[in-house]
Each structure stands twice: as structure tokens, then as C-alpha cells.
């Protein structure tokens, strides 16, 4: 046990508390066990079962994420909040970025977009940096729209490639091995080409905000044309956080859940996982929902990377893979 | 059929009807979509190596290999010659998609490979490996610096950073991953 890497984590968490807290944040507690999620078909979850002698049991999962409680604290009138906490997420494949339980730091500014929140996590990166950090947080963050991003690697224009049709042939086109018998949504056909050319290239020592991210990619973000008011942080290669200008339109929060909903449980009573329960009245909380930002950070992997290590197994103290 | 998400290092595949190894398999979770893979897959016949992105619910067309053990004879400059122990017979395999090995593999030592089609698709190294000193310069007289290191090279032809104590015919433990000198083992 590396007790200085215990140490960069304790200073770490203690910086990010005075930095929000200087700003006026009010730092929250919600729960690990809830008894509905937010759906969605990218995550598997965990569940759990509350069990007394005396009444019925209950299913509860573990979150994935605070973000369910957190917009309630919201909509009841917070000011501007954070959280450290754990998430768990089920299913994913153990390796140097992955372990099932991780801890997230989740903050939603009042009144801000996407944008401001860049400015801001930019400023909480640089002032709470541990000593020996990488020298690439110096030169502040590089701002680049996928549109940019995905052209600079593949000489595609992410405007050309709006229908399904046309993307798959270019998909092809670039060598990407598809089966013609796969049958799947323009989301996953794009994440191919990411995953396989535009992700390998944010390699660089400062860390790349990658803003625009394409409107077919479901998510919470508010709309912007052909794209979501979206943008995730790669610093040396690594995904670190995600940022949404918040949806606050109630019937467009009703219809994302009905949508991914009806996504989740197709594909799950296949492959047999858990199909969490969902509450059909949350996006009732969105009539009194600010215009807000948030932003999610990867703990383990932000430490990984001030630490200079190569998997957060390091930096997890009794990770799951030394189990399995 | 394996679906990606189960494909490891040495996992064997036929792409375009061509055997090819996983060398190196990376899991990726892009925010807000599904579970992928990145993989790099050598071809032994050609030392061709290709990088391959699924999704990890793809389906990957895998083979049926074989583990036998061949003794190594001599490299030809362009081939390892390897002999199957139960047949004798000789089992070229290309120097470019193991180039790695041609001062790592000892002459008349046998390795467990891994074998499509009676070809070797795979030589399977042991991580760590003793090896004798075939040559050594001597430590610098008066040299006492703590941790001062020298070259040698070992029987096979590997150069490699040792501390000055080594002497030519000692047996050394090399780490055949990284080529890094481990130990010195006493006989």
C-alpha cells in the first residue's frame, strides 16, 4: 500500500471541498440506495433487496450516479451544489479505468451553461491540483467541437453524415469491420468511428474539452441543433468528466425517459440483466428545475492522472480486480 | 463464434479467412454509449498487425488451437526454424512476426506454441529467464558509485544493462517482457 497515494487523495478531496465551498456551495449527502433510476441503456446497474420480517421487501439499486437525488435538491430551490460519492455501475469490463465502484464528484452550478461551467472546472482544476501534478494543466484547457475533432481524424463532416444511411457507408469506408447483419441506432454506429479514430487522437498533455457532442446521442443535455449543450474532458487520453447544460423542459425530460426506457428494457429482457425501476413522475420535479449546469469528474481517474499513474487500481485502495 | 467483449491476449481469430493473435486488448466505455473494444491483432505468417474497434457484443469468428511443444533449432536470417518433437519435422516460422524473441529463444531449448494448421501462431516465453554471460567488460577499477551499471551479453546475443559486479559466465534472470536485468543467480 503506497500510503503517499492515500495521502494525494485526502489532499485532493480536501481541496475540492474549500475550493466549492469558498465559492458558496452547499456540499450534499444523498443516498447510495434508491428505489428507482434514472434510465439508462448504456449502464448496467446494481440491485439490492430490502428485506423485514414485518413488511414486504423492496427492490433498491445502487446509483450509478447522484444525479436523481441531486436534480430533486435542485428543484426544490438549492443553491448551487456538490458532492463526492460513490457510484457503482454493474457489468463493465474490469481494466486500468474501470473498476465497479468508483467515486464521482457531481457539482450543478445555478444559472450557468456548458460553457461556464468549462471556465469553472478549468479554475478547480488548476487551483486544486496536487503537488507534482503534470505540467499540461499549466497551459489551461484546450476547447474543441467534435465536429472539428472528428474531421481532423477521419475528413468527415459531422453535417454529412446526419442520415443513417450515409454514416454506415463511411463507417465501412474507413475500414471498420461492421457486420452487414448488425442492426444497430446511428448513436453506436458514430461511437465506432469515435472509439476507433477520434478518441485515440486527444492524446495530449493538456486536457481537451471535446464541446458538441451529436443530438442522436441521448442524454440530458439541452439541445442545440444537430447537437447537446454536452462536453467530456480527455487529459493524456483518459475521459475524466461530463458536462451537461441541464434539460429543464418537463415534457422533454418525460420523453428522453420514455425513449431510453423503452430502449433499456428491450434490450435487457434479452440479455437478462436488471431492469431498474423507474419513476414516471420525476420529470414532474422539472416545473421548478433552474437553468443550471452540471458537471460529473471521475475521482479515481483525476488522481490517476495528477498522480501520474497508469490504471486506478493504483489508486483504489482494494480494487475490485484483485478479487477476480 | 466469442462475442469481442471475450476476446483476451492469445485469443486466436480468423479475419478475412487469415489467423491472427490478440496482442493487446484495451475496454472502452465512451460517456453515454456502449461497451467497446479495442484490439490489436498480429498475423504470425506475416507479422502484419492490425487494430480493430467492436463493440464488445459483436460477434468475432474464433479458432480451435492447439498447444504442442517444438524445440527450437537456428534462425535462417528470415525464418526460426522450429522441430514438431513428435514428428521431427521442421516448422519455419517468418523472424518479423516474433522479432522479439531472436536473442530471448535459446538454440535446442523447447517452447510451447500455440498451432492452427500445423502453423505456430504463437511462441509461448516464460516471463522470466536465466541466461549466462557470454561477454562482460570489466567494471571500471576505482568505480564505487552505488548503483553503476555496464552492458553484456548473454549466450543467445541479448544486450543487456547490468551492475558492474556481473562477470562474464554468471547466470543472470532477465525479465523477457521489458529486457531488464533481475538478478543474479547463483549455481
Given at each position: 500500500?503506497?500510503?503517499?497515494?492515500?495521502?494525494?487523495?485526502?489532499?485532493?478531496?480536501?481541496?475540492?471541498?474549500?475550493?466549492?465551498?469558498?465559492?458558496?456551495?452547499?456540499?450534499?449527502?444523498?443516498?447510495?440506495?434508491?428505489?428507482?433510476?434514472?434510465?439508462?441503456?448504456?449502464?448496467?446497474?446494481?440491485?439490492?433487496?430490502?428485506?423485514?420480517?414485518?413488511?414486504?421487501?423492496?427492490?433498491?439499486?445502487?446509483?450509478?450516479?447522484?444525479?436523481?437525488?441531486?436534480?430533486?435538491?435542485?428543484?426544490?430551490?438549492?443553491?448551487?451544489?456538490?458532492?463526492?460519492?460513490?457510484?457503482?455501475?454493474?457489468?463493465?469490463?474490469?481494466?486500468?479505468?474501470?473498476?465497479?465502484?468508483?467515486?464521482?464528484?457531481?457539482?450543478?452550478?445555478?444559472?450557468?451553461?456548458?460553457?461556464?461551467?468549462?471556465?469553472?472546472?478549468?479554475?478547480?482544476?488548476?487551483?486544486?491540483?496536487?503537488?507534482?501534478?503534470?505540467?499540461?494543466?499549466?497551459?489551461?484547457?484546450?476547447?474543441?467541437?467534435?465536429?472539428?475533432?472528428?474531421?481532423?481524424?477521419?475528413?468527415?463532416?459531422?453535417?454529412?453524415?446526419?442520415?443513417?444511411?450515409?454514416?454506415?457507408?463511411?463507417?465501412?469506408?474507413?475500414?471498420?469491420?461492421?457486420?452487414?447483419?448488425?442492426?444497430?441506432?446511428?448513436?453506436?454506429?458514430?461511437?465506432?468511428?469515435?472509439?476507433?479514430?477520434?478518441?485515440?487522437?486527444?492524446?495530449?498533455?493538456?486536457?481537451?474539452?471535446?464541446?458538441?457532442?451529436?443530438?442522436?446521442?441521448?442524454?440530458?443535455?439541452?439541445?442545440?441543433?444537430?447537437?447537446?449543450?454536452?462536453?467530456?474532458?480527455?487529459?493524456?487520453?483518459?475521459?475524466?468528466?461530463?458536462?451537461?447544460?441541464?434539460?429543464?423542459?418537463?415534457?422533454?425530460?418525460?420523453?428522453?425517459?420514455?425513449?431510453?426506457?423503452?430502449?433499456?428494457?428491450?434490450?435487457?429482457?434479452?440479455?437478462?440483466?436488471?431492469?431498474?425501476?423507474?419513476?414516471?413522475?420525476?420529470?414532474?420535479?422539472?416545473?421548478?428545475?433552474?437553468?443550471?449546469?452540471?458537471?460529473?469528474?471521475?475521482?479515481?481517474?483525476?488522481?490517476?492522472?495528477?498522480?501520474?499513474?497508469?490504471?486506478?487500481?493504483?489508486?483504489?485502495?482494494?480494487?475490485?480486480?484483485?478479487?477476480? | 463464434?466469442?462475442?469481442?467483449?471475450?476476446?483476451?491476449?492469445?485469443?486466436?481469430?480468423?479475419?478475412?479467412?487469415?489467423?491472427?493473435?490478440?496482442?493487446?486488448?484495451?475496454?472502452?466505455?465512451?460517456?453515454?454509449?456502449?461497451?467497446?473494444?479495442?484490439?490489436?491483432?498480429?498475423?504470425?505468417?506475416?507479422?502484419?498487425?492490425?487494430?480493430?474497434?467492436?463493440?464488445?457484443?459483436?460477434?468475432?469468428?474464433?479458432?480451435?488451437v492447439e498447444d504442442m511443444d517444438f524445440q527450437y533449432q537456428y534462425?535462417?536470417?528470415?525464418s526460426f526454424h522450429f522441430m514438431n518433437v513428435d514428428t521431427f519435422d521442421d516448422v519455419p516460422v517468418?523472424?518479423?512476426?516474433?522479432?522479439?524473441?531472436?536473442?530471448?529463444?535459446?538454440?535446442g531449448e523447447t517452447y510451447r506454441c500455440t498451432v492452427y494448421n500445423d502453423e505456430i501462431l504463437d511462441i509461448?516465453?516464460?516471463?522470466?529467464?536465466?541466461?549466462?554471460?557470454?561477454?562482460?567488460?570489466?567494471?571500471?577499477?576505482?568505480?564505487?558509485?552505488?548503483?553503476?551499471?555496464?552492458?553484456?551479453?548473454?549466450?543467445?546475443?541479448?544486450?543487456?544493462?547490468?551492475?558492474?559486479?556481473?562477470?562474464?559466465?554468471?547466470?543472470?534472470?532477465?525479465?523477457?517482457?521489458?529486457?531488464?536485468?533481475?538478478?543474479?543467480?547463483?549455481?
Amino acid at each position: 500500500m503506497d500510503f503517499d497515494l492515500v495521502k494525494a487523495r485526502s489532499l485532493l478531496y480536501r481541496n475540492v471541498r474549500n475550493f466549492f465551498d469558498e465559492k458558496g456551495y452547499l456540499e450534499v449527502e444523498t443516498p447510495i440506495l434508491s428505489p428507482t433510476l434514472i434510465p439508462e441503456p448504456t449502464i448496467e446497474d446494481f440491485a439490492t433487496e430490502f428485506t423485514n420480517e414485518f413488511r414486504a421487501s423492496r427492490q433498491l439499486y445502487m446509483v450509478p450516479s447522484p444525479e436523481i437525488f441531486m436534480k430533486r435538491i435542485l428543484a426544490e430551490g438549492s443553491p448551487s451544489i456538490y458532492q463526492i460519492s460513490k457510484c457503482f455501475r454493474n457489468a463493465e469490463q474490469i481494466g486500468h479505468l474501470h473498476n465497479p465502484e468508483f467515486t464521482m464528484l457531481e457539482y450543478y452550478t445555478v444559472g450557468y451553461d456548458e460553457k461556464d461551467s468549462i471556465a469553472l472546472t478549468e479554475e478547480m482544476f488548476c487551483k486544486t491540483a496536487i503537488p507534482g501534478c503534470p505540467d499540461g494543466l499549466k497551459g489551461g484547457f484546450e476547447v474543441v467541437s467534435m465536429a472539428d475533432a472528428l474531421k481532423k481524424a477521419t475528413g468527415l463532416d459531422l453535417e454529412a453524415i446526419q442520415d443513417y444511411a450515409t454514416l454506415r457507408k463511411q463507417a465501412v469506408n474507413l475500414g471498420l469491420a461492421i457486420d452487414p447483419s448488425v442492426r444497430e441506432g446511428w448513436d453506436d454506429t458514430f461511437n465506432r468511428i469515435f472509439v476507433a479514430f477520434v478518441e485515440p487522437a486527444l492524446t495530449g498533455s493538456r486536457p481537451v474539452c471535446l464541446t458538441g457532442y451529436p443530438a442522436q446521442i441521448e442524454c440530458l443535455a439541452e439541445n442545440d441543433g444537430m447537437t447537446k449543450k454536452r462536453w467530456e474532458l480527455y487529459w493524456d487520453g483518459v475521459e475524466i468528466a461530463n458536462c451537461y447544460a441541464e434539460e429543464t423542459d418537463p415534457l422533454k425530460v418525460r420523453d428522453c425517459f420514455r425513449k431510453e426506457y423503452a430502449a433499456l428494457s428491450a434490450a435487457r429482457s434479452v440479455s437478462g440483466s436488471v431492469i431498474p425501476d423507474v419513476d414516471d413522475k420525476y420529470w414532474e420535479i422539472f416545473r421548478t428545475f433552474p437553468k443550471c449546469s452540471g458537471v460529473a469528474i471521475g475521482m479515481d481517474r483525476l488522481l490517476m492522472t495528477e498522480c501520474k499513474k497508469k490504471s486506478i487500481g493504483d489508486l483504489i485502495l482494494f480494487p475490485v480486480s484483485d478479487i477476480l | 463464434m466469442i462475442k469481442a467483449g471475450q476476446i483476451d491476449k492469445g485469443t486466436a481469430l480468423l479475419i478475412k479467412g487469415q489467423p491472427f493473435v490478440c496482442i493487446d486488448r484495451e475496454f472502452v466505455n465512451p460517456g453515454k454509449g456502449s461497451a467497446f473494444v479495442r484490439l490489436k491483432l498480429k498475423s504470425p505468417s506475416t507479422g502484419q498487425v492490425l487494430a480493430e474497434t467492436m463493440k464488445s457484443q459483436d460477434n468475432a469468428e474464433d479458432i480451435t488451437v492447439e498447444d504442442m511443444d517444438f524445440q527450437y533449432q537456428y534462425n535462417d536470417g528470415e525464418s526460426f526454424h522450429f522441430m514438431n518433437v513428435d514428428t521431427f519435422d521442421d516448422v519455419p516460422v517468418p523472424m518479423t512476426s516474433f522479432q522479439d524473441y531472436q536473442y530471448i529463444m535459446k538454440e535446442g531449448e523447447t517452447y510451447r506454441c500455440t498451432v492452427y494448421n500445423d502453423e505456430i501462431l504463437d511462441i509461448q516465453v516464460p516471463s522470466k529467464v536465466v541466461f549466462t554471460v557470454a561477454e562482460a567488460e570489466d567494471a571500471i577499477k576505482g568505480d564505487t558509485v552505488t548503483g553503476a551499471t555496464k552492458y553484456v551479453t548473454t549466450e543467445t546475443g541479448l544486450k543487456v544493462r547490468v551492475p558492474i559486479f556481473i562477470k562474464q559466465g554468471e547466470k543472470i534472470r532477465i525479465n523477457t517482457e521489458t529486457k531488464e536485468y533481475l538478478e543474479r543467480v547463483n549455481s
